[in-house]
C-alpha cells in the first residue's frame, strides 16, 4: 500500500530535480517573511548607495555591512534547511509508526479526541 507521502515523493521525482523549480517560490515565501525580504532589499539598496562615497569610514562600513548581510543569508538558509529536515524526519518517523502499529495509533487518536472532547464539553 502506497502512502501520500510516498505518491508525492514519487510525483516529485518524475517531475525531475525533485520539484525544484516549482517549490522554489513557495519555499522563499515560507522561508524568508516579507519583513526579513524587505529588510535585506533595502540593506542592499544602501550598499549600492554608498558604493560610490570615497570617505574611508564609509567605505569600511559598508564592507562590514555586506559581509554581515552575506552571514545572515546564510544563517537563514541554514535555519530555513535544518527545520525542513527535522519536518521530513518527523514525518517519516510517525509514517513508520503508524504503519508499525496501527491499532495502537488508532486507540492513541480515539484516547486524545475522547480528551479533548471531555475538555471541551466541560467549559
Same mark, same amino acid.
Request: proline share 2%; aromatic share 6%; hydrophobic share 40%.
Given at each position: 500500500?502506497?502512502t *501520500?507521502?510516498? &505518491?508525492? *515523493?514519487? +510525483? ?9 523549480? #516549482?517549490?522554489?517560490? &513557495?519555499?522563499e515565501?515560507?522561508?524568508? @517573511? ?18 560610490? #562615497?570615497? !570617505?574611508?569610514?564609509?567605505?569600511? #562600513? ?23 529536515? !527535522?519536518? +521530513?524526519?518527523?514525518? #517519516?518517523?510517525?509514517?513508520? !509508526?503508524?504503519?508499525e502499529? @496501527?491499532? *495502537? ?16 464539553? &466541560? &467549559?
Amino acid at each position: 500500500m502506497e502512502t *501520500t507521502f510516498e &505518491r508525492s *515523493t514519487e +510525483h516529485a521525482r518524475k517531475r525531475g530535480n525533485n520539484g525544484e523549480a #516549482v517549490k522554489r517560490g &513557495r519555499r522563499e515565501k515560507a522561508t524568508a @517573511p516579507s519583513e526579513w525580504r524587505d529588510l535585506i532589499a533595502d540593506v542592499e539598496d544602501l550598499i549600492k548607495k554608498v558604493a560610490n #562615497v570615497s !570617505y574611508a569610514e564609509v567605505a569600511r #562600513v559598508r564592507e562590514r555591512l555586506q559581509k554581515t548581510l552575506a552571514a545572515a543569508k546564510s544563517s537563514a538558509a541554514v535555519g530555513a534547511h535544518t527545520a525542513r529536515t !527535522y519536518a +521530513h524526519d518527523a514525518s #517519516v518517523a510517525a509514517d513508520e !509508526y503508524v504503519r508499525e502499529r @496501527p491499532w *495502537t495509533t488508532v486507540g492513541l487518536a480515539a484516547a486524545a479526541g475522547a480528551l479533548i472532547g471531555f475538555i471541551a464539553s &466541560r &467549559r
